[in-house]
């Protein structure tokens, strides 16, 4: 049973960060690809970041570049993505999503997390 699990979300103040991190299990579970997408009130699911396991490819979304980084540490099954100068329009849940191929698409991705709420707000 693979399991992704995310956690680290939560209410922020406009400027501020936050570290998300999500831990994938399950027997002989190594995933290639490894990303994060959110999902804002109405709004369909996005890509957001993700990375492989070599780390060599690494992408983002226009709208985080600059802000958010992504990394994974591999002894951990683990990655995670740091969020700085966080903005009222981040606030969504984060899911946490495993491939086996490299991509960024949601349809590609071969296993979900649950999801964690980022809420940016004054």
């Known amino acids: 049973q693979v399991q992704l699990v995310e956690s680290g979300g939560g209410l922020v103040q406009p400027g501020e960060s936050l570290t998300l991190s999500c831990a994938a299990s399950g027997r002989t579970f190594s995933p290639n690809n490894m990303g994060w997408f959110r999902q804002a009130p109405g709004k369909e699911r996005e890509f957001v970041a993700s990375?492989?396991?070599?780390?060599?490819?690494?992408y983002y979304a226009d709208s985080v570049k600059g802000r958010f980084t992504v990394s994974r540490d591999n002894a951990k099954n683990t990655v995670y993505l740091q969020m700085n100068s966080l903005k009222p329009e981040d606030t969504a849940v984060y899911y946490c999503a495993a491939s086996g191929i490299t991509t960024i698409t949601v349809s590609g991705m071969n296993y979900w997390g649950k999801g964690t709420l980022v809420t940016v707000s004054s």
């Open positions: 990375i492989t396991r070599s780390g060599n490819s690494i």
